[in-house]
């Protein structure tokens, strides 16, 4: 009986001190996330911008000189998988992975991890990879991304790849972060995504190009590459920094509830002990 | 005046959203100015100053380097890496920043990347103080 009461106020002190952990962790979070959010939040109408100034201009396009934009020759598809660094997330990076898995099935695949856990997957899965050198997703700034687009540029100017995605986390609010994997390169691809949702417009806009379509592509590309690869790092730091804030939040829960019930079970054992001492003593002193 | 919807929108943050006269900026083909009733169009930026006027005649000044610019259906969109108003340059930031690398490009020594990478910035510290004086 005794020994059993001391293993349950060992196990309490346990959970306690985990506890205080997960507390700490979610605290932790919960403060980088409100710096993370306003950044993801600064960038974002620079994102959605990009991206549908891009779209527009991919579907009104009669321009099929440049790599950029023409229907690709090479089949193989060059993954940007923006993932966490650290684990303690609850399903943030199993679902983003997952995702990418559900998207590449049956292609050919090249894929740019950035985030430790990106780099650790692909190395695990010997996947072909293009670069590790963006291994730590809290350092990269926005020298890194052109820097990473001017890669992939360079890759997909030399047929390495003939597609290339980001797949990656957006964050839509504290409570919610959905992994997706969009089309970005070539062109003509972001076009298609579009045609798929609403078929009506079909309606060519013919846009001029100067100095000529093929010199304004090569040099926005990239850019708009790198803005966009930067968009998703940042709605990634604060999908995971959210994700991290809630599980840490649910563990807390769960703690207490595990030391409350622990807790219960203690005082119980502790109170069958005394009573059944009162009973051996009224026992002895009824013999006397 | 007649005016055009104008969006400027960089990785800091949408920075002006609203009806302009006339935008003036540099693209990699030369000064270019946008008026309202454009066609569709698309470039990209270059390096060099830019400015827009507002409906009421004023103008403000702005540094702006890299992007791409394209009007679309009468409303144009400038995506740029970095685009500053006049009023948030940092002069003593960009002087010291035209010193150093001025200082590195005497030096000499450097490679091709790191030549690069040294020009362009004494580059963006030049339009930085352009727009200022």
């Not at chain 1, 001029?208 to 304004?216: I, K």
């Not at chain 1, 599980?247 to 054992?269: H, P, V, W």
């Not at chain 2, 454009?38 to 540094?63: F, V």
């Given at each position: 009986m005794?020994?059993?009461?001391?293993?349950?106020?060992?196990r309490?002190?346990?959970?306690?001190?985990?506890?205080?952990?997960?507390?700490?962790?979610?605290?932790?979070?919960s403060?980088?996330?409100?710096?993370a959010?306003?950044?993801?939040?600064t960038?974002?109408?620079?994102f959605?911008?990009?991206?549908?100034?891009?779209?527009?201009?991919?579907?009104?396009?009669t321009?099929?000189?440049?790599?950029?934009?023409?229907?690709?020759?090479?089949?193989?598809?060059?993954?940007?998988?923006?993932a966490?660094?650290?684990?303690?997330?609850g399903?943030?990076?199993?679902n983003?992975?997952?995702?990418?898995?559900?998207?590449?099935?049956?292609k050919?695949?090249?894929?740019?991890?950035?985030?430790?856990?990106?780099?650790?997957?692909?190395?695990?899965?010997?996947?072909?990879?293009v670069?590790?050198?963006?291994?730590?997703i809290?350092?990269i700034?926005?020298?890194?991304?052109?820097?990473?687009?001017?890669?992939?540029?360079?890759?997909f100017?030399?047929?390495?790849?003939g597609?290339?995605?980001?797949?990656?986390?957006?964050?839509?609010?504290?409570l919610?972060?959905?992994?997706?994997s969009?089309?970005v390169l070539?062109?003509?691809?972001?076009?298609?995504?579009?045609?798929?949702?609403?078929?009506?417009?079909?309606?060519?806009n013919?846009i001029l190009?100067?100095?000529?379509?093929?010199?304004v592509?090569n040099?926005?590309?990239p850019?708009y590459?790198?803005?966009?690869?930067?968009?998703?790092?940042c709605e990634?730091?604060?999908?995971?920094?959210?994700a991290?804030?809630?599980a840490?939040e649910?563990?807390?829960?769960?703690?207490?509830?595990?030391?409350d019930?622990?807790?219960?079970?203690?005082?119980r054992?502790?109170?069958?002990?005394?009573t059944?001492?009162?009973t051996e003593?009224?026992?002895?002193?009824?013999?006397? | 005046?007649?005016?055009f919807?104008?969006?400027?929108?960089t990785?800091?943050g949408?920075?002006?959203?609203?009806?302009?006269?006339?935008?003036?900026?540099?693209?990699i083909?030369?000064?270019?100015?946008?008026?309202?009733?454009h066609?569709?169009?698309?470039t990209?930026?270059g390096?060099?100053?830019?400015?827009?006027?507002?409906?009421d005649?004023?103008?403000?000044?702005?540094?702006?380097?890299?992007?791409?610019l394209?009007?679309?259906?009468?409303?144009?969109?400038v995506?740029?890496?970095?685009?500053?108003?006049?009023?948030?340059?940092?002069?003593?930031r960009?002087?010291?920043?035209?010193?150093?690398?001025?200082?590195?490009?005497?030096?000499?020594g450097?490679?091709?990347?790191?030549?690069?990478i040294?020009?362009?910035?004494l580059?963006?510290?030049?339009?930085?103080?352009?727009?200022?004086?």
């Amino acid at each position: 009986m005794a020994a059993n009461m001391k293993a349950v106020k060992l196990r309490i002190k346990s959970v306690e001190s985990t506890m205080q952990i997960t507390k700490a962790m979610e605290l932790v979070a919960s403060s980088k996330l409100r710096k993370a959010k306003e950044r993801a939040d600064t960038c974002r109408p620079y994102f959605q911008e990009l991206y549908r100034t891009l779209q527009e201009i991919a579907k009104g396009n009669t321009e099929f000189y440049s790599v950029y934009v023409k229907e690709a020759v090479q089949e193989k598809c060059c993954y940007v998988l923006i993932a966490g660094d650290r684990g303690l997330a609850g399903g943030y990076n199993a679902n983003l992975l997952r995702c990418f898995e559900e998207d590449a099935k049956g292609k050919m695949v090249s894929v740019l991890p950035i985030g430790k856990k990106a780099v650790e997957y692909v190395r695990s899965n010997n996947l072909e990879y293009v670069t590790d050198a963006f291994a730590e997703i809290a350092d990269i700034s926005v020298a890194d991304c052109f820097e990473i687009a001017s890669i992939l540029c360079k890759e997909f100017r030399q047929g390495t790849f003939g597609h290339v995605e980001l797949c990656y986390t957006r964050f839509v609010s504290i409570l919610t972060q959905n992994p997706e994997s969009v089309p970005v390169l070539p062109l003509i691809d972001i076009a298609k995504e579009e045609q798929g949702h609403n078929e009506k417009e079909r309606i060519r806009n013919l846009i001029l190009y100067e100095p000529n379509g093929v010199e304004v592509f090569n040099s926005i590309v990239p850019e708009y590459l790198g803005g966009l690869i930067y968009g998703g790092v940042c709605e990634s730091v604060a999908s995971e920094l959210a994700a991290r804030r809630n599980a840490m939040e649910k563990a807390t829960g769960n703690a207490q509830d595990m030391i409350d019930e622990l807790n219960l079970y203690y005082n119980r054992e502790r109170q069958a002990g005394i009573t059944q001492e009162i009973t051996e003593i009224v026992g002895g002193a009824e013999c006397l | 005046m007649s005016t055009f919807p104008l969006r400027i929108g960089t990785p800091d943050g949408l920075l002006y959203e609203g009806e302009v006269a006339r935008l003036v900026c540099r693209t990699i083909n030369g000064d270019l100015a946008i008026l309202p009733r454009h066609c569709n169009y698309c470039t990209a930026l270059g390096m060099g100053e830019a400015h827009i006027i507002l409906e009421d005649g004023s103008r403000k000044n702005a540094a702006c380097i890299g992007g791409m610019l394209s009007v679309m259906n009468g409303t144009c969109h400038v995506l740029a890496t970095t685009w500053e108003w006049e009023e948030d340059i940092d002069t003593e930031r960009a002087e010291d920043a035209r010193k150093r690398a001025e200082a590195r490009l005497a030096e000499g020594g450097l490679s091709d990347k790191e030549y690069r990478i040294v020009k362009a910035k004494l580059q963006r510290a030049l339009v930085r103080l352009g727009v200022k004086e």
